[in-house]
């Protein structure tokens, strides 16, 4: 038999193996996401405040971050399989409970602790789901290959966050909010049935002889991924991009209405847009981050796409934040965001290739960082734009993003070892 049968056979099955992550990833953020398209039928029904549902959406944050380096350490030592087939089924159970909120006998105050409670438990159950993700494309996707394979199931953000309104609106409108619950239960159900039944058995819970050859050496995992150089500035990093990627997924929207004055269906057509864009911007970005990877090798071939990106987009967000034409700023703000996301390949893969077996604990750290930097760019943000104004608050974030791409100078991959040793 040739040798390129059992090589094309491999990389037939890493292909399955990363879509059936998207898979799952993408329908899990359906179920995340899809409170707030439901949110204005629970607002009206249990009489709530807006500031009375923002506490309903903070409590998912507070279980997902939490539970980062708890799911990450698990991932280290559980196969994907069962972990993501409980997932899924744990985010059906919770999406149904979260329809028989307040039914039969609907009540504010029972209403509200009953929805702080399940999705704080849906932040939970779905912490695991990037951390998982990373550890499993680390032992089993070969090192020049990891950008793109992070990046593919990466772009569930973009696909979740656009898909979610035009599958749940309609019926909402039409049947009420309840009902449209339905859609990511029959959702995630079936992703967590076709994972079951189509990723095999022996999905391994350490490096394939493929994944060593290229250099996840079981031997680097003697030294926590926690103790280099390396991986804090990758941390630090991470944190400040999506510090201010939180800004446009919080608060995009609003500043379109209320700072540059378009009407609400023009300001939600051009809020969609990144998240459109998103979901070709990131895959790119882990396709560029490869190339670079094989043309300069890894301490460079990492930085590269990163460095120039978060930069260039800290250009954008200047212009779009100063410009007085509103139609300016909308495509200043959706390049710097596309640019802000496509970074998320580039951050994975090199976390996997710093931690290697220990991507899970490593990813859960890393994904930590993001998602503390996630809790206070909200309310960090508006609180700035109330004392010194909206430019001048997104100018000096625009500070921040070159910073989040400097920090990567301190990030190094060596070529014969994947971590820092220092």
Request: hydrophobic share 55%; net charge positive; glycine share 8%.
């Amino acid at each position: 038999m040739s040798v390129a049968a059992p090589t094309a056979a491999r990389a037939a099955a890493s292909r399955r193996l990363v879509l059936l992550l998207l898979m799952v990833a993408s329908a899990g953020y359906v179920g995340r996401v899809a409170i707030t398209v439901v949110a204005p039928g629970i607002i009206k029904e249990f009489g709530l405040t807006p500031a009375e549902m923002g506490t309903v959406f903070s409590a998912f944050l507070v279980g997902y971050t939490l539970f980062q380096l708890p799911s990450g350490a698990l991932a280290d030592r559980v196969s994907a399989r069962p972990i993501f087939a409980v997932v899924c089924v744990g985010w059906s159970l919770l999406t149904v409970l979260t329809a028989l909120v307040g039914w039969p006998n609907p009540g504010l105050k029972l209403a509200l602790i009953e929805l702080w409670i399940i999705r704080a438990m849906f932040g939970v159950v779905a912490a695991p789901t990037y951390p998982t993700s990373g550890r499993t494309l680390a032992v089993t996707i070969p090192a020049s290959l990891q950008a793109r394979a992070n990046s593919v199931v990466l772009s569930s953000v973009g696909i979740g966050s656009a898909v979610t309104p035009l599958l749940l609106a309609p019926i909402a409108s039409r049947y009420g909010w309840r009902d449209a619950l339905l859609v990511p239960v029959a959702l995630c159900s079936i992703a967590g049935l076709l994972w079951w039944w189509l990723v095999p058995r022996d999905l391994p819970a350490h490096a394939t002889p493929a994944a060593v050859a290229n250099g996840h050496d079981a031997r680097d995992a003697e030294e926590s991924p926690l103790h280099t150089s390396s991986f804090w500035f990758l941390f630090a990093s991470y944190f400040l991009q999506a510090y201010l990627g939180y800004i446009f997924v919080f608060w995009f929207f609003l500043y379109l209405v209320q700072v540059r004055h378009f009407d609400v269906l023009n300001a939600a057509a051009f809020t969609a847009l990144p998240w459109v864009a998103t979901i070709f911007a990131i895959p790119l970005g882990g396709v560029l981050s490869d190339a670079a990877l094989i043309r300069w090798g890894p301490a460079w071939g990492r930085r590269v796409v990163p460095m120039i990106a978060l930069s260039t987009a800290s250009l954008f967000l200047v212009i779009g934040a100063r410009t007085p034409s509103p139609s300016v700023a909308v495509g200043s703000l959706t390049v710097c965001t596309v640019l802000v996301l496509c970074t998320e390949g580039p951050f994975w893969a090199t976390m996997t290739h710093l931690a290697g077996k220990r991507s899970g604990l490593a990813g859960g750290a890393m994904n930590f960082g993001g998602n503390i930097g996630g809790l206070i760019s909200p309310t960090l943000t508006p609180w700035l734009a109330d004392r010194i104004g909206w430019e001048q608050t997104l100018t000096l974030t625009a500070g921040l993003a070159i910073v989040a791409g400097a920090l990567w100078l301190g990030v190094y991959v060596a070529e014969d070892a994947r971590r820092d040793r220092s």
